[in-house]
């Protein structure tokens, strides 16, 4: 059962595992240099549905449906579905996953919902709430465009700072078994509201949540940067990492040598034309779920931080004058 | 630390107490039958405040704080806020707790939100994860009508089946004490769509998901519903809670004599406009937090169960053709 440990952190004091994940991508992501570790990909965005809202939908189906098959499970096997997205009243969740029939509790973090999602599953898991939870979410470049920006036919020009919002999805099965790779400390953010106002530049407005969470985290376990193969943020992007090295760095904490960021590994900053990088739920998601786990599974990496990271606003309080708070949910997750 | 019972429902096995509850309302919402149990009640509904978004996120400042001070807590006790509102990116929640720098996780269960976050607090508390967490959501009309329906300038006509989004916010602190009413079991609620897809009829939406719910809350537990004093659901209002007495006692299960629906509970509906009946997440917030709190605590209820529901849709879900999935989560709450 879960225990603090510190001001801010949860230890899991059981098993609780990763059992398996999936990531699915949409083109460009699939092209990316990631592209090989999906499970699945889609070369047309609109996923043969009649709009992008409903092929955002169909990526958490196919995210959840097969991160369950290849756990051997059957979705009457989970007790518990955690899953969020970007869209307005999370549509693409609810009706992506309503025809599983699983408990479903709704999770809004913005773009850290995967992380999110794992930490209320790991911890329902290790507290015998339940046995097996999912763990889901998604975004869509097109849908997300027009609901946050312009419509797609406008060809708005982007900032350099802009990030570009992944196509994709990722799922993943939690229970309190021992296979699979373990999730041992989980740190809940705070709100951190640094009077960034830039719809444009939602890395700067994240990186000191991000900041925030990891520091937090390693006072509470006393442990520092070298502990861990890889602090992983999601999804700061070029410029938001870049200020999250800069902000540590001032507090006497250097990461720069074990960092990296979903935004930064899922396009290819020379070939596509990206900006400051991936964003969007689907982009921790997508990127934790396939290249990630596998890298844990196959002993790449053993021992990493996952610190996924969201920009809490909507175009109607940007509108309204008020700056864009950030948020960063934190896991510690070792290959065994 | 919670354990599992039947096949969908979790039972807290130490104390999981209600310590304290506030409920906050706007000026309708004031002169309806409950007004008087309200924590603080405006008569303004713009709070102050430069937007109808802003006064709502003012409702969620209210309740928590209002919340916290009759535990006799600061907000610095708080482990983690369990907060989630019907704005698009839950905006109301995020500007108005951001002050308190409280670890938060955002939820999204539309109208079944107050329920969600109380299940979301009491698990936590009861596994150890934390030891005192807030639940916290509101509802603003004018927000809700601008953002779901017409512009309110405009003055549409409202169907009978119609419910008014009520004004209001409700927030709990929940921790491991033996201060307060008990929060004994909760079910989580499944995504249900018996395809209904008028917008102006919520309460068909979701009262399918109130039974699937409580059923199996009875089933998993052994008891009938003259076990409890009330059963209480939200926000059915009236053309939803005939439609749910009506399921259920073709399942045989006779919930008629002591079932209410806080979207019945705080208007009155003679004298007040509301057509079918009060609804929005701060509607089961304002009055369980107010009204039911106090029956709880001066022994006029002792057993209840609270089965607050959601219409998990959007506008645009809507407009491109989709039906209104329901959820509904319950907790069985006693006063001692």
Redesign the interface.
């Known amino acids: ?4 440990t510190g001001k ?1 952190t ?1 230890r899991m004091t059981g098993d609780v595992s990763v059992r398996s994940a999936a990531g699915i991508a949409g083109s460009k992501e699939s092209q990316g240099p990631l592209g090989k570790y999906f499970d699945k990909t889609y070369s047309d965005d609109m996923l043969g549905q ?2 992008w ?2 092929a955002e939908s169909r990526l958490q189906t196919d995210a959840a449906q097969i991160a369950i098959n290849k756990a051997g499970l059957e979705p009457g096997n989970i ?2 579905i955690f899953a ?1 997205d ?6 693409s969740s ?2 992506g ?2 025809s599983f ?10 773009c850290s919902t995967m992380a ?1 999602t794992m ?2 599953s790991a ?2 898991c ?6 097996k939870a999912v763990a889901v979410t998604s975004s869509h470049f097109c849908s997300a465009e027009r ?1 946050f920006r312009f419509p797609i036919e406008y060809g708005g020009q982007r900032t350099l700072t802009a990030q570009w919002t992944v196509t994709g999805a990722g799922a993943a099965v939690i229970d309190n078994g021992s296979t699979g790779s373990k999730i041992k400390e989980v740190t ?4 951190i ?1 640094m009077k960034v106002k830039d719809a444009n530049n939602m890395g700067a407005a994240m990186a000191p949540a991000a900041a925030d969470t990891i520091m937090s985290y390693l006072s509470d376990t006393g442990t520092k940067p070298d502990d861990y193969d890889l602090i992983l943020t999601g999804d700061l992007g070029y410029v938001g990492s870049e200020l999250l090295i800069e902000i540590l760095k001032k507090e006497g904490i250097d990461i720069s040598s074990n960092h990296n960021d979903c935004g930064k590994l899922i396009f290819d900053r020379e070939k596509q034309d990206v900006h400051a990088g991936g964003s969007g739920c689907g982009c921790c998601g997508s990127v934790f779920c396939s290249y990630i786990y596998n890298e844990l599974k196959n002993g790449q990496l053993n021992n990493i931080l996952f610190a996924a990271t969201g920009a ?6 940007s509108q ?1 004058g ?1 700056s864009i ?1 950030g ?1 960063s ?1 934190l896991l510690h997750i070792t290959s065994k």
């Open positions: 059962m879960p225990e603090r801010r949860i009649a709009s809202e409903k007790d518990v969020g970007l869209l307005n009243q999370c549509i609810v009706f996953l309503r029939g699983i408990p479903y509790l709704g999770q809004y973090g913005a999110q930490i209320m911890i329902m290790d507290s015998g709430a339940c046995q609901q809940v953010g705070k709100i509201d809490l606003m909507s175009p109607t309080s309204q008020e708070p948020i949910h």
